[in-house]
């Protein structure tokens, strides 16, 4: 699959094991403690037809580039970080969406997601890269297939709490994912700029239109919004490595949301960030592109240079 990672040390590894930890425990503690509505079945089968998925289209992508597939990786560790994005991948997809007590949307969502990987791809340096958000476009894909699905409700993070445990959940949430990005993925330049953008874009909504400015910024308060700020948006395969790019993603997405609500249109999150995702695969492409006509461009020299003759032994 040609992305082995470098053991348990490296911290894309870390990374992956992190967040894997993170969103199982939140799984637990979600369907056991917290009220999450959908069945006990559904991260089960999300996990196993995510792994499934990416078993079989990670094997296949590898041999037709020749390179060592995933069963090969040479250690179980190295299978288990080739492994966990599709783990964790399906874990978003079952505990954002909710189909009542269907499974197949979450097992579209799940398999859409992991493939979203393989088929949608841009070359960047010579080499092909994923640029789609894998559960967000899984779940985005399953919103527009199925108008009966919906997004999980915000409050079945809170549904069987009370009193100050209400609050101490999302802190709680907020503290683990900004360390994690912090010390591990070196994502909080897109955090920055996603808060802002998102803070700036309630107010210019409330400054142009009739909305409240409480309204326009209250969906920061909530742990769905501090799950998406931690834990989605921050995915470090499909978002930009320098740090002013990041910013620029997370204001890029925050405003694409801010139009998404002017014109009512639901599910804003999911869909902004999908868009984005999509304006910068079409950035991506652009520059690739160029790149050889940059290259072939004639340098001229300094001014001072071309004037100044040339000296004798130099002719």
């Known amino acids: 699959m040609g992305r082995v990672l470098g053991g348990p040390d490296d911290p894309r590894s870390a990374a992956l094991r992190r967040f894997g930890l993170s969103i199982t425990v939140l799984t637990v503690v979600g369907h056991t403690l917290l009220g999450f509505e959908q069945a006990y079945l559904t991260p089960v089968v999300a996990v196993a037809s995510g792994?499934?998925?990416?078993?079989?289209?990670?094997?296949?992508?590898?041999?037709?580039?020749?390179?060592?597939?995933?069963?090969?990786?040479?250690?179980?560790?190295?299978?288990?970080?080739?492994l966990l994005p599709a783990y964790i991948t399906a874990l978003a997809c079952a505990m954002l969406l909710y189909a009542n007590d269907r499974l197949m949307p979450t097992v579209l969502a799940t398999v859409a997601g992991v493939?979203?990987?393989?088929?949608?791809?841009?070359?960047?340096?010579?080499?092909?890269?994923?640029?789609?958000?894998?559960?967000?476009?899984g779940i985005v894909l399953v919103l527009l297939l199925f108008p009966w699905v919906g997004i999980a409700p915000p409050y079945q993070?809170?549904?069987?709490?009370?009193?100050?445990?209400?609050?101490?959940?999302?802190?709680?949430?907020?503290?683990?994912?900004?360390?994690?990005n912090g010390k591990l993925t070196g994502k909080m330049p897109v955090i920055a700029g996603w808060a802002a953008g998102f803070a700036a874009q309630g107010v210019t909504r409330w400054a142009l239109t009739d909305i409240s400015l409480a309204s326009a910024l209250l969906p920061m308060t909530g742990v769905a919004f501090v799950l998406f700020t931690n834990y989605m948006?921050?995915?470090?395969?499909?978002?930009?490595?320098?740090?002013?790019?990041?910013?620029?993603?997370?204001?890029?997405?925050?405003?694409?949301?801010?139009?998404?609500?002017?014109?009512?249109?639901?599910?804003?999150?999911?869909?902004?960030?999908?868009?984005?995702?999509v304006l910068r695969g079409c950035a991506l492409v652009a520059a690739e592109r160029l790149a050889p006509l940059t290259a072939r461009m004639p340098t001229r020299a300094p001014a001072a240079a071309r004037r100044t003759p040339l000296l004798p032994e130099s002719r």
Not at 59 to 77: K, N, T, V
């Open 157 to 180: 993070f809170t549904e069987w709490t009370s009193g100050p445990v209400d609050w101490l959940i999302p802190l709680g949430v907020l503290a683990a994912g900004t360390m994690l």
């Open 233 to 277: 948006i921050t995915d470090p395969g499909t978002t930009p490595s320098r740090p002013r790019n990041q910013v620029l993603f997370g204001v890029a997405t925050a405003a694409v949301y801010g139009l998404l609500v002017h014109f009512h249109i639901v599910f804003g999150l999911f869909f902004a960030l999908v868009i984005t995702c």
């Open 51 to 82: 792994l499934a998925a990416e078993a079989v289209l990670g094997a296949l992508d590898a041999h037709a580039r020749r390179e060592r597939p995933w069963y090969a990786a040479g250690s179980p560790g190295a299978v288990v970080d080739l």
């Open 115 to 137: 493939a979203s990987k393989y088929v949608v791809r841009v070359r960047v340096a010579g080499r092909p890269r994923h640029v789609l958000n894998p559960s967000n476009t």
